[in-house]
């Protein structure tokens, strides 16, 4: 980031929106509740899918608790 607070693109950046017809946009800086919000998105996504498998007996043992 330039000193005045505008996004500096490097050179690779700058030519992979042509090159993959990308439109780039760049997130609002300073923002942290921009990546708290991702990063809580991602840890729910992780909870579910990667958490312990729920082991009954029946479906009903299950649902009792």
């Not at 000193?3 to 946009?25: C, E, I, N, V, W």
């Amino acid at each position: 980031m330039a000193k005045d607070g505008a996004q500096l693109r490097t050179y690779m950046f700058a030519h992979l929106p042509s090159r993959y017809l990308l439109d780039d946009h760049f997130d609002r800086l300073g923002k942290g509740n921009d990546r708290g919000r991702a990063e809580g998105l991602v840890s729910d996504v992780r909870r579910k899918l990667m958490g312990p498998l729920a082991v009954a007996d029946s479906f009903d043992a299950l649902n009792a608790g």
